[in-house]
């Protein structure tokens, strides 16, 4: 038993085939979308009730560009924001020569021109991510209670310097070439470069219609985009690469969904996040250009993206050792990314190439979830039938789409490189467990490296599993038990989630164990050590029954939870009372053990 425990740790394996497409929406709306003035006249709500806006999109496209400022003041008028003048992006790539709106098959191209979509009813700013708007965009918060802003973040108006694009891209899905598909309900507006010299891609998620929208509509709902929102910006203070995000928008504007696929389809509301990322490139970026045999195109954007992204192989190297560090890089990176998310228990719940980034920041938050109660085999997609991508089988996804970026870059490859390609994939497995296992020492304060660290652990996770014990707060509490309660296997009694492990056969025997391995560095101390695991282990994580009382509370126009929620968790390493006046930090209630999530967003 304890074998399959470690196993399961570090090489995880099994893929099979699900037919579901996490892409598709429920309702079919194949019509060319309208982007006249008269639609930009739209409906804002700001704190003091509805206003009437004239402004159109034309109207905002020739406003001035934004004044310069000095280093570290942040703009209190948006009028004074634009793109940056120089759009990379634009510049570089061939953009699909079809400017009408209509779902295709596009060729030789990286983008297509599409404006948003406006919404036909009121539109409303429910929660804005200050930290977002101050250090990325360098906005005043204050900045959020516009007009203009709200249309902007709402795809109302296009801003001065702004050809928004949607990304063709294809990929694997559930482990089978789902061929193109794209940005389907995202456009990106446009590149700005802020004051840190930092280059950020705006884009707007729930915008409607794309070349890229296949059988859907474009359109995102209320409670996927609270959870992308919120997701976003969990992740990023939980110390885990991730696109970021800087707005909620709601309008009353319905769409027809079918949440779970079982023939129930009802209206919901429409919404919108703006997100940002250094760049929206994914695996399937590359894919879609291998498979069309589109190989100049390809070896432009490998190029472009490691002289963008990876200075320092760009500068040093010639092309085809470019290709072969490149790929080195994503591998370590992306191990590192899969190692934190199994620390914090968090599954993707949809890792298709497609939705892999280039950089190895988390992307494309749909059906997630971070487990409650430890269980490896944690599936929090309901459309996800056969558990291929499981919590405990994610390292291993990883694996697979790296073979599949391999892939993709072999057209730019000699038989030799080709090889040596090969031969640094199979490099993965190591990387993934060195970089989970120092991970793991952190999580239980383990100093230095000890041959016997990875069975301590395996037994803990073994332990926790027989038990159903909660993966976030085992570890939170862990911290608090002194070395003389460890070995007398004193528990006390507010330590719910440690008091869980108490009945199992193996839990005093494992205490001693690890607090033998706690005492081989003399120098360290219980307060010390304290630090250094809640440092590491949050107290707090987006779980799901956490998100779905924010979305119940927001399908009624309250979004009290939403914003208490971003506070909290913007702090998840710190106790905040307001958190355990909610009971963020309590045992799940039992109903949350009946929640479901699908990929209909």
């Known amino acids: 038993m304890l074998s399959r425990t470690v196993v399961t740790l570090f090489l995880l394996s099994v893929f099979c085939l699900a037919k579901n497409d996490p892409q598709n929406e429920s309702i079919i709306d194949d019509e060319p979308c309208s982007n006249s003035e008269d639609e930009r006249k739209h ?240 695996i399937g970026s590359l894919e879609i250009l291998a498979t069309n045999k589109e190989t100049d195109l390809l070896k432009q954007l490998v190029d472009f993206i490691i002289k963008q992204y990876f200075t320092d192989i760009y500068e040093t190297l010639n092309d085809g050792d470019r290709y072969l560090t490149f790929f080195s890089d994503v591998i370590s990176q992306t191990a590192g990314m899969i190692a934190l998310w199994q620390s914090v228990g968090f599954a993707h719940g949809v890792c298709n190439t497609d939705n892999f980034s280039l950089l190895s920041i988390t992307i494309d938050y749909g059906p997630f979830g971070f487990m409650d109660s430890y269980n490896p085999e944690f599936i929090p997609n309901t459309s996800d039938d056969t558990g291929m991508y499981s919590y405990e089988n994610q390292p291993d996804v990883g694996l697979f789409n790296l073979d599949k970026l391999r892939e993709a870059l072999s057209p730019l490859l000699t038989e030799q490189q080709r090889f040596q390609m090969m031969k640094i994939l199979e490099l993965y497995p190591d990387i993934y467990k060195t970089k989970y296992m120092d991970i793991l020492r952190r999580k239980m304060g383990l100093l230095g490296e000890e041959e016997d660290d990875g069975m301590i652990a395996a037994v803990l996770f073994k332990m926790m599993a027989d038990t159903k014990a909660d993966f976030t707060m085992t570890f939170r509490q862990l911290s608090e038990l002194s070395l ?43 307060e010390d050590r304290k630090a250094r695991m809640d440092a590491t282990n949050p107290r707090y994580v987006l779980r799901n029954w956490m998100a779905e009382l924010a979305i119940r509370k927001a399908e009624k126009d309250d979004f ?24 963020y930090g309590s045992p799940p209630p039992q109903w949350a053990e009946k929640l479901r999530v699908s990929c209909s967003s």
């Open 43 to 282: 409906l804002y709500t700001d704190p003091d009730g509805l206003k009437d806006s004239s402004q159109t999109c034309s109207d905002a496209v020739n406003r001035k560009p934004r004044k310069g400022y000095e280093e570290g003041h942040l703009m209190s008028s948006f009028e004074d924001w634009s793109f940056a003048k120089d759009q990379v992006l634009l510049k570089t790539f061939p953009i699909d020569r079809v400017k009408k709106n209509f779902v295709r098959e596009v060729r030789n191209a990286v983008f297509s021109e599409v404006e948003p979509t406006p919404f036909k009813t009121r539109v409303k700013l429910v929660a804005a991510s200050d930290e977002v708007l101050q250090e990325i965009l360098d906005l005043h918060p204050d900045v959020v209670e516009s007009e203009m802003f709200q249309a902007f973040v709402s795809g109302n108006t296009i801003l001065y310097g702004s050809t928004p694009l949607s990304h063709r891209y294809g990929g694997h899905q559930f482990g089978s070439w789902a061929g193109q598909l794209g940005d389907g309900r995202a456009v990106m507006l446009g590149e700005y470069v802020n004051r840190k010299g930092e280059r950020w891609e705006l884009q707007l998620k729930g915008s409607g219609l794309t070349p890229y929208s296949r059988r859907g509509d474009g359109r995102a709902v209320l409670r996927s985009s609270v959870r992308e929102f919120l997701c976003s910006e969990a992740m990023y203070h939980l110390g885990i690469p991730t696109s970021r995000a800087a707005t909620l928008i709601v309008s009353d504007d319905t769409v027809i969904r079918d949440q779970f696929y079982n023939g129930h389809p009802k209206k919901e509301r429409s919404a919108i996040v703006l997100r940002l990322a250094k760049s929206w490139f994914r």
């Open 484 to 526: 003389d309660q460890l070995e007398n296997a004193t528990i006390p009694s507010h330590l719910w989630a440690i008091r869980t492990l108490q009945p199992h056969e193996y839990f005093t025997r494992w205490l001693k164990i690890y607090a033998q391995r706690l005492r081989l560095h003399e120098e360290d101390c219980d």
């Open 560 to 583: 009290s939870e939403v914003k208490l929620l971003l506070k909290v968790l913007q702090n998840p390493y710190v106790k905040q009372d307001e958190a355990e006046d909610q009971r």
